[in-house]
């Protein structure tokens, strides 16, 4: 079966009904790579740059960020490459972030927010990133927004980093494309206003689904409870999709639903075309794709966004893979 697996690497990923799908792979550190080209990505969804931070002392240098950005982007060529600003905070907080620890730490000090606060370490990033824009084909992508406020004050923060690049004479791609993460349901109710500003948006199934059912992602207790098919994620999920459809910015998935094969048709039905996840995914979701029919499944997905609770949407999801 894994031979067969790898045998699609080169293949193009197509619905039988020729609907092309794009399939991008998740990172945490340039050395994560070698697995991104075995397995046949066409470019990086989601780097999650706070892993450079994290399980070590100090913050690392705009020299030391810049080597690692443009060692991927260099890679990657001219295959895109989305580079998350610092998402640090709830679930990665490194050590030298760990004395003041919020009591709910997911809803506290993290991703833009705390970028936000520490001015100096994100201005130092962005600098970083806007080096390496020079080597490849890079984008940025912006976590946890709430409000366009956050996301004015980000472009503000990013206009400067260019300014006192320009000063310096320093190089860097002057139109670099700048994304929304949507994984707050404040997102989603906003959608249209953030699409106004941005140049693609990317959803973050993982917070997504904590925050609109309330369940933390890393509690035990509650883990049963958190549920990537109740009805409330998929409805925003879609609502998501289709406000992007309207007005022509491109959309993606990067949490973990785009690389469960079993969640392969739902999102293709609720009209996804953008699929980034961990590589060791790839293939079994290319495999997905070229055995899905979306005309063929349009009514069962209609039928699905009727669906009330979960227990029936795993029924339907069952009959949609079936
Ligand atoms: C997400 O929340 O879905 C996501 C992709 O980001 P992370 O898992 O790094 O929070
Ligand atoms: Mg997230």
């Known amino acids: 079966e894994r031979k067969r697996l ?48 994290l399980g070590r002392d100090e913050v690392p240098c705009e020299d030391e960020q810049f080597e690692a950005y443009r060692a991927v982007v260099e890679e990657m060529g001219a295959l895109p490459t989305t580079i998350r600003t610092l998402d640090l905070g709830a679930d990665k907080v490194p050590k030298w972030q760990k004395e003041n620890l919020s009591i709910n730490p997911a ?26 824009s020079q080597y490849g084909n890079l984008q940025l992508l912006v976590p946890m927004l709430i409000s366009i406020t956050e996301l004015s004050q980000m472009l503000m923060h990013l206009e400067l980093a260019k ?21 707050t349901p404040a997102a989603v109710v906003m959608i249209s206003s953030f699409l ?17 059912l309330a ?18 994620v998929l409805h925003l999920i879609h609502q998501t999709i289709k406000a992007a ?21 739902l999102l293709l039905g609720l009209g996804l075309r953008k699929f980034s996840m961990h590589p060791a995914h790839l293939l079994d979701v290319k495999q997905k794709v070229l055995h899905t029919d979306l005309i063929e499944i349009q009514q069962h997905i209609n039928r699905m966004l009727k669906a009330e609770d979960s227990d029936k949407m795993r029924d339907l999801l069952d009959q949609l893979n079936a």
């Open 196 to 212: 106004k500003y941005v140049d693609f948006i990317s959803i973050g199934t993982n917070d997504l689904i904590q925050y609109t």
């Open 163 to 183: 300014q006192s690049l320009a000063d310096e004479g320093v190089p860097f791609n002057k139109n670099i494309r700048v994304g929304a993460m949507v994984e």
């Open 6 to 53: 790898k045998g699609l690497k080169g293949k193009v990923p197509t619905t039988r009904d020729g609907v092309a799908v794009e399939l991008l792979s998740n990172i945490e550190l340039p050395s994560d790579l070698d697995q991104v080209k075995a397995n046949g990505a066409t470019g990086i969804g989601l780097f999650r740059s706070e892993f450079l931070f």
């Open 107 to 132: 809803l506290g000090l993290c991703g833009i927010r705390l970028c936000l606060a520490e001015p100096q370490m994100f201005r130092t990033q962005l600098r970083a990133l806007l080096r390496a």
């Open 245 to 265: 459809d309207r007005v022509g910015v491109p959309v993606s998935v990067c949490g973990e639903m785009a690389g469960d094969h079993h969640l392969t048709r």
């Open 215 to 232: 369940i933390d992602r890393g509690d035990d207790a509650v883990a049963h409870l958190y549920d990537p098919v109740h009805p409330a």
